[in-house]
């Protein structure tokens, strides 16, 4: 009887919540924790490439180098995860795992983070480009080149690697205004006209959809009561090499206690990870409040401060309650249990 093992997931990502609930259904075994099924379910994603934006060949920085950001969380033993920014390595989530399992540390970054799975027997060095992300930086390049990340600077070229320099205006020299010129082979030069300065923010907003901002973040319970959360991403669409987003943060894209419940988020993770909001959904459901009313509450400190922002978040408790909310676009989050035939789609309107 009853609703468990119980698989919940972020967009209508059904065939990595199969993957999860095959494995966290099966029956008797080892295998059969709610840690390897948030694995499952999210390598499933990074193999499907999920809407581009998980796994290889999903979008591209800046440069048009694809990096994966992955958390894994066992909310039994509060053990984390986690790799950010790693390079020519496929597999995010089992990366994130051999951190948990086989080391004392909780996150690792870039380049280094490579080697640590690689000398750990995930295939690399791989390239993680694919037509698709390498076609979707060139048009970006060719048609907008629009460097989405940066403010209070004026890109003088475009599509960084850039140097950051002062350029001379009427005024002293120290308060010049700090510029990004390109370091090598202008493509779009001239596009950015002085005194632009919102500009880079203002299209920001423009390029957070549901198509090229997305990550998996998956939360399981399994037939014993264990509670895992996990992600994977890479990250947002024409990022500043380097960044790191919510992803690979604990607390901020998921989190998980077995006395408690679990969260997932996904959205614009610069602004999101400043909130914790899923190490907030657990505790308000710690201190008592509905899965409902902690997602909503989550969500609303961070509009409060940034009214155009977006985002979502899904909580789910131990009884295995589950709701959603979201902020400046409509989510959708996936649920397997033992009571449904297969993996229903649930739509949240902000
Ligand atoms: C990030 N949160 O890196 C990720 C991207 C994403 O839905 O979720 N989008 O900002």
Not at 22 to 45: I, Q, W
Not at 90 to 108: N, S
Not at 150 to 176: F, H, Q, R, T
Request: glycine content about 12%; overall charge negative.
């Amino acid at each position: 009887g009853g609703i468990f093992p119980v698989v919940v997931s972020t967009w209508p990502f059904r065939e990595a919540v199969r993957a999860a609930w095959e494995v966290v259904s099966a029956s008797g075994g080892a295998g059969c924790s709610a840690v390897d099924a948030v694995v499952a379910g999210c390598s499933a994603c990074e193999v499907l490439r999920c809407d581009g934006t998980v796994g290889p060949g999903g979008s591209p920085d800046e440069n048009g180098e694809t990096t994966l950001d992955a958390l894994i969380m066992d909310g039994t033993t509060m053990e984390i995860g986690a790799v950010a920014a790693m390079r020519y390595v496929k597999d995010g989530i089992r990366a994130a795992k051999l951190v948990m399992d086989h080391t004392e540390h909780t996150l690792l970054v870039g380049e280094k983070a490579t080697s640590f799975a690689i000398s750990m027997g995930l295939v690399g060095p791989a390239d993680l480009s694919s037509p698709e992300s390498i076609g979707k930086w060139t048009i970006w390049r060719q048609n907008h080149c629009q460097p989405n990340f940066w403010k209070n600077v004026v890109p003088a070229g475009s599509c960084g690697p850039y140097n950051a320099i002062d350029v001379p205006s009427g005024e002293s020299k120290a308060s010049a205004k700090r510029v990004l010129e390109r370091t090598q082979g202008d493509i779009c030069q001239g596009l950015f006209e002085p005194n632009n300065l919102l500009e880079p923010m203002n299209s920001r907003l423009k390029i957070v959809n549901r198509h090229n901002h997305d990550t998996i973040s998956m939360a399981v319970i399994d037939k014993m009561g264990r509670i895992a959360a996990g992600t994977s991403t890479n990250g947002a669409t024409f990022k500043i090499p380097g960044r790191v987003g919510d992803g690979p943060i604990p607390g901020s894209s998921a989190y998980a206690d077995d006395e408690v419940g679990a969260c997932g988020a996904t959205g614009d993770g610069d602004i999101m990870m400043r909130f914790l909001p899923c190490y907030q959904v657990v505790e308000s459901m710690r201190r008592g409040m509905e899965p409902r009313d902690a997602a909503m509450d989550a969500i609303l400190r961070i509009a409060r401060k940034y009214p155009d922002f977006v985002g979502a978040v899904f909580a789910i408790n131990k009884k295995g309650v589950h709701a959603g909310a979201c902020h400046g676009w409509t989510f959708q989050y996936s649920v397997r249990n033992s009571s449904m035939q297969d993996v229903e789609v649930i739509t949240v309107s902000p």
